[in-house]
């Protein structure tokens, strides 16, 4: 499972969890397409935020992450308790393009809609439980094994690059 690329979707507010995990993966020698956790608490997209082309660049960026992926990972929140923050859903629109671009997924944390009961998304119930999987000595067959099960658009271009004229980085 060396050298997968792979993107981490979750609430903003988690932007320091996730570069923590970005850390350990590189470390695993995967590379991470998913740059926003990097961001600092200055560049969070506010609401009525007057930097309409920076919160664009931002987007695109995170759909050109996800599309580059190989392995999507998804931390949701318990829907019974959703904590202050979590309503922008900014990671409910990745995982729908991940979905789309027919990546790997897999859920981290309990299910929260429909689309995380899905056969594509492999559940995860805790951090701890992925991290013992992707740190498994034989987690590179596995990986091959579930990747077989999804055709990846990996030969074009997705539809939104090619209608505004953007290319693939």
Aim: hydrophobic residues 40%; aromatic residues 12%.
């Amino acid at each position: 499972m060396k050298g997968t690329k792979i993107y981490l979707g979750a609430r903003f507010a988690r932007h320091q969890e996730m570069e923590r995990y970005a850390n350990l993966l590189k470390m695993w020698r995967h590379e991470i397409t998913s740059g926003w956790h990097s961001l600092n608490a200055e560049t969070k997209m506010r609401d009525g935020d007057p930097e309409v082309e920076f919160n664009q660049r931002i987007a695109y960026a995170d759909q050109v992450g996800v599309f580059n992926c190989e392995l999507f990972v998804n931390f949701s929140e318990d829907p019974k308790n959703p904590p202050e923050g979590s309503a922008r859903g900014g990671r409910h629109v990745e995982l729908g393009l991940a979905l789309g671009y027919q990546k790997l997924i897999f859920l981290v944390g309990p299910r929260e809609n429909v689309f995380h009961y899905l056969p594509e998304v492999k559940h995860f119930p805790t951090a701890e439980e992925w991290l013992a999987y992707m740190a498994a000595p034989d987690a590179e067959e596995l990986l091959d094994d579930l990747s077989r099960i999804n055709v990846r658009v990996t030969d074009s271009d997705p539809p939104i690059f090619r209608a505004k004229g953007f290319a693939r980085p």
